[in-house]
């Protein structure tokens, strides 16, 4: 494949953005190469600026549930920008998306919407701080709640591939208050609330975790948290910026059945445009300004190109298209599984709807521990292969995949033949 255009664009963006890029991952340093360059995508598919074609698993990190620039959504957002690009005030749009979030997710009685996932995060953090009035929040190790300082300990995917235990810029009094356990360790959590309960805020989780690859939660893993948060008079955060939609039309609630008391949106919500957004009961959130004394507040917040965007694409999500959706997965599953086994690769692939992480590991992936097991010299080799065979994987091995409901049987079969020759040659 010729990449002299992208490999010209990225040398000359690395003198104006750190690494050439505006996200740490994009850069391509777990799998080594240059960045590939995109000038369009449409459906499954990403066209760079040399003319090459991938087939995509990223989907931008998860937004792009439909596939990329479905037609509904660029009419909708066009629309819309022909009316107004930013109020800076109410409008209907954001009635609209807040009503169809509702409707999916009714746990979700009032909401806030916001720019990024990390907004929504670092504000369902504050607010379940100043709603109960305790520092304490309980994190797991390996869950990413986005780049908030008191929330970028023991992170996941990014700050893991670069073996950055700690990120600089953060003095040790910002993740003071912030407790450590295990994802799946509800022990640990037990002991944390033993210890510290009547000072406990709440308690973040990913429900399905997807920054350390994808980690199922363990069988009574979310219903112990529940139990404890309801003991103990904390709070439970869901952070949903990856799960919602994703795992299922009601998220992750729908799939486990357990309801948290404050949800965080992103990704899909906003259907590819920077929307994101934190919610759920309204007492809760009858706390946020100007009704209550916690302070949140953005200029772009409900921005109506996002809003547009955001409800056409959740317009879209019908439970037909999650039948359709699951149909494909399975077949991916069924497929790169098998290719793995017919090598004699010990691989775990962990499926949750439509996200999944293959792990190079002869050991099941249940935890922070069993995940960081990955071979990622190896998934480093298959990523190459892979990309000049036209598939563009997560430059990462840690980084879940994402499937959307535009990739074809096609896409899924070339998918699997491109998985079994580049794992073969990356094992050889
Ligand atoms: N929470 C989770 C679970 C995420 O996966 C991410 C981003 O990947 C975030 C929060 C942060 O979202 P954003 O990148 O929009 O700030």
Redesign the pocket.
Known sequence: MDHSRSTVINQLAQQLMPAGVNSPVRAFRAVGGDPVVFESASGATLTDVDGNRYIDYVGS??PMILGHSHPAVVEAVTEMAKKAMSFGAPHEGELLLAQKITEMMPHIEMMRFVC??????MSAVRLARGATNRPYIIKFEG?????VDSLLAKAGSGVATFSLPECAGIPPEMTANTLLAGYNHLYEVEQLFMKHGAQSAGVIV?PIA??MGVVPPASGFLEGLRRLCTQYGALLIF?E??NCFRVARGGATELTGVTPDIV?L??IVGGGLPV?AYGGRRDLMQNIAPLGAVYQAGTLSGNPLGMAAGLATLNLLTPELYIQLEANCQMLEVGLKAAAAELNVPMQLNRVGAMLCCFFTPNPVTDTDSAMSTNRELFAKLFNGMLDRGVYLPPSALESWFVSAAHTPDDIQKTIEAFRISLQEAVA
């Open positions: 990190w998860g990024s996932g990390t907004e929504a995060t869950c990413y709640h986005g780049h990913e997807g920054n952070d910026v990856m965080c992103g990704k994101a």
